[in-house]
């Protein structure tokens, strides 16, 4: 089913980057909990009332409740944990098959008896797991300092379906770069998809905040299937759990598909 | 029963580029030398070979198998080496040793270890720091450490030194000797010479010859060049003698002969010969002297 020794040596490639954007997380997510006030929560709107509102919107600060959850919503899940994993999960795609197809190590990987799809399958794993261990790490955090700081002040089942929705939409991410990484002979092209994609979706969305006029825009992008409002309110977002199901689901096909049909330039 | 068989193979690129319904066959035990120039689509068959590529038209086997759909079977019993080498980042040589023998389930390193001590081969340093030459040592170790019965060559001894290209000789000769199938691909004749014992000619993705090697030594022709004491002897001599003679610059008469060379050295007594050398013949001289009278083969070599 799987490689083994492939599986190690992705790991060994890979976990540097991993900790890296783990460690900015950490820097992150502590300090907007501790942030967090119920008195000045109040104070803090009437501050950014004074700001020009299309800018704060943008980066997803707009709509700020009284509550834990929502302080988390907006300040961490509306634009930071949208930002941070992806640089890693970029990385990770391109790596996983099209670096190997450009550099020509595949050639290698391939001279071994093991089939194209069992490579992709073991690569394939290697970043659904490793991207469901840093949002389960984020999820096991954020929830024990706002135990620790804020006790029974969290939402806790409103925390968990965001952070199974950032999972969610990071599956359908990923499963663009990985497709893109398969389809690709060079990392160049492989990146302009896997990373231009998410990158595009990611200012779209943006954009799309910022205002009436230009809202339509979010027809435009995926992240529109990761609505924190919506979880928190608790209504209309398992819809969009799905459709963002069905789009890793189809990626990752259409990538093992491609990749197990295609010639390769080794 | 044919090990490797390559029936009708066409992948055509455009542009005369690719292979065009190639049809070859090797037996059990046979070293095949695959000779081209650079460009000639040498590196697509072994592609098609390899199962990276799917042909357009015809078929590609090796041990009974579809080189393509079966192509991890076939890899339990075949060593590779590619003509780049490409190697993880950041290995060192012998982790990426490791690494080959673990992707293969291979357990038993001692002839990993004998290859690696016949090739004097570093490999405690990074990969990435390798020379040429000792990144292609660690290749040709990685294609020969499980001991496989079909091993496909593309350019072996690029980038080594004529001390390692005789030690890859002998490996070679080791290797036919337990009945190996060997294919290797060249662009240099000598390189082929030493120790294939058939060769295929490829040319712009056509194969124009398949020869036996003894055959091919004795159609062989020679290129000498001979400098005279003076341009009137150069050009009396080469009026007089019955040779084929390709060019008479100066004092400087350049020739081929075919065969042995008893009649060129009689004739060459009448004169004052102040040095006598041959041209190591390129594979397009040894081409065009084997195959000069075929249409193709003219202009554009």
Not at chain 1, 87 to 99: D, E, F, K, P
Not at chain 2, 160 to 172: C, E, R, S, T, V
């Amino acid at each position: 089913m799987l490689s083994k020794p492939l599986l190690k040596a992705t790991i060994k490639q890979n976990y540097m980057v991993f900790l890296i954007i783990v460690a900015v997380l950490m820097l992150y997510l502590p300090i907007i909990i501790t942030m967090y006030d119920p008195a000045t929560q109040e104070s803090l709107n009437k501050v950014l009332d004074t700001m020009p509102q299309g800018m704060i919107a943008a980066m997803g600060f707009s709509e700020i409740g009284a509550d834990l959850i929502d302080f988390i919503g907006s300040y961490f899940y509306g634009f930071l944990i949208l930002l941070l994993p992806m640089i890693y999960t970029i990385i990770a795609c391109n790596r996983c098959i099209a670096s190997h197809v450009d550099k020509g190590s595949m050639a290698y990987l391939l001279s071994t008896p093991n089939t194209r799809s069992k490579i992709a399958r073991t690569q394939s794993l290697f970043i659904i797991v490793s991207i469901t261990i840093m949002i389960a790490f984020i999820t096991i955090v954020g929830l024990v300092l706002s135990n620790a700081t804020f006790p029974d002040k969290l939402d806790i089942n409103a925390f968990l379906l965001m952070n199974l929705g950032s999972l969610l939409l990071y599956y359908a991410v990923t499963g663009f770069g990985f497709f893109a990484s398969c389809l690709f002979n060079d990392t160049k092209n492989s990146l302009m998809i896997g990373a231009g994609l998410p990158v595009a979706f990611l200012v779209i969305q943006m954009i799309s905040d910022v205002g009436e006029k230009t809202s339509f825009l979010k027809y435009f992008t995926m992240f529109t299937l990761f609505d924190v409002d919506k979880i928190i309110g608790g209504q209309g977002y398992i819809p969009q759990f799905i459709a963002l199901a069905i789009i890793a689901v189809v990626m990752y096909g259409l990538g093992f598909y491609v990749f197990k049909k295609r010639d390769l330039p080794l | 029963m044919s090990i490797i068989e390559i029936n009708g193979l066409t992948k055509d690129y455009g542009d005369h580029k690719g292979n065009f319904d190639l049809t070859f066959s090797i037996e059990e035990g046979e070293i095949f030398g695959y000779l081209g120039p650079n460009g000639a689509g040498k590196t697509t068959t072994i592609r098609h070979l390899m199962g990276f590529l799917t042909p357009d038209k015809g078929s590609v086997q090796i041990l009974g198998l579809d080189c393509r759909s079966s192509s991890a079977d076939i890899m339990k019993h075949m060593g590779y080496l590619p003509g780049e080498i490409a190697f993880f980042d950041g290995m060192n040589g012998m982790e990426f040793l490791n690494f080959m023998a673990e992707m293969r389930g291979l357990r038993d390193t001692s002839l990993r270890d004998k290859l690696v001590d016949l090739f004097e081969l570093d490999t405690k340093g990074k990969i990435r720091k390798m020379s040429k030459g000792m990144k292609q040592k660690l290749g040709i170790v990685c294609a020969f450490m499980h001991d496989p019965r079909v091993l496909i060559l593309d350019e072996p001894t690029s980038g080594l030194d004529p001390l390692m290209q005789k030690a890859f000789a002998g490996l070679i000769l080791e290797e036919k000797s337990k009945g190996k199938t060997i294919l290797m691909s060249s662009h240099s004749f000598e390189e082929i010479e030493r120790t294939c014992d058939r060769v295929g000619i490829i040319r712009q993705g056509e194969l124009v010859a398949t020869e036996n090697m003894h055959d091919l030594r004795l159609k062989r022709r020679k290129i000498y060049l001979v400098i005279f004491d003076s341009s009137t002897s150069a050009s009396r001599f080469a009026d007089s003698s019955g040779f084929d003679i390709i060019d008479v610059n100066d004092n400087t008469v350049k020739l081929s002969i075919l065969g042995n060379v008893t009649e060129f050295i009689k004739a060459l007594q009448n004169y004052t010969v102040l040095d006598l050398n041959t041209e190591t013949s390129n594979l397009e001289d040894i081409f065009m002297h084997y195959y000069g009278d075929k249409p193709h083969s003219a202009s554009n070599m």
